[in-house]
């Protein structure tokens, strides 16, 4: 199994300009979620889909989309890309369940760096 | 809400020395709580987890313990390391998180000497 995988890895771009970030899992799993990480601020969740068809706004939504396409993918669109949106973006998938079998897991990452 | 606080490194160790990273956390009743390891250039990785109070996770030779009356989960560690070196995330899954949403804190920055 592939687990969670994340395209691109690396991606530049110039203010203004717009791109999608793609997720896919193959855990057949319900949950996804996208997380950004900054230097000395951890992950920060941006938005999340409990599961196929619903999607919700984490705690830094602001200038993001996401689309829930099927049960496997969730992209994640910056629609007019800014430098605070340089940071390093997390997608990650859980199976919702009871208490002890809540782990997420993660894929590689993807730098955005917006000059 | 909920928070999850934990030491700041970087934390700076000579092999075969003893880890300790803190961590606590605020949230109502007994939330689930987690430590992830993020190696160089790669993603985040569970290390371990604890669900009730008092539980103890383990792996890889690191422990933690769920502690209820400090709200504390610290991450041990007896003998370390270079390939620990990483950083360690602290988290916590809240009862009322919907959509099993975690919460992390800001990442400890691990780096072992040989």
């Given at each position: 199994n592939a687990g969670v995988t994340q395209t691109p890895k690396f991606q530049v771009l110039k203010t203004g300009q717009s791109m999608t970030l793609q997720c896919a899992q193959?855990?057949?799993?319900n949950s996804m979620y996208w997380y950004r990480q900054d230097p000395g601020m951890g992950l920060r969740l941006i938005y999340y889909s409990a599961s196929e068809g619903t999607t919700d706004k984490g705690e830094v939504p602001n200038g993001y989309n996401v689309s829930r396409?099927?049960?496997?993918e969730f992209s994640l669109r910056l629609e007019s890309a800014a430098p605070s949106q340089t940071s390093v973006y997390f997608c990650a998938s859980s199976?919702?369940?009871?208490?002890?079998?809540?782990t997420q897991y993660f894929g590689p990452g993807t730098r955005l760096t917006v000059l | 809400g909920d928070s999850v606080t934990q030491m700041e490194g970087p934390v700076t160790l000579s092999e075969e020395a003893f880890l300790t990273i803190n961590c606590t956390y605020t949230a109502t009743g007994y939330p689930s709580l987690f430590w992830y390891v993020q190696y160089p250039g790669e993603g985040l990785q569970l290390l371990l987890k604890a669900t009730k109070a008092d539980d103890k996770g383990s792996n890889k030779g690191f422990e933690a313990t769920y502690r209820k009356e400090t709200t504390s989960f610290h991450l041990e560690k007896g003998s370390v390391q270079v390939s620990d070196s990483a950083v360690y995330f602290c988290a916590l899954r809240g009862i009322k998180a919907a959509g099993n949403k975690l919460t992390f804190g800001g990442g400890t920055r691990v780096l072992v000497k040989p």
């Open positions: 193959d855990m057949n799993h396409l099927n049960k496997r199976e919702v369940a009871g208490r002890g079998t809540d | -």
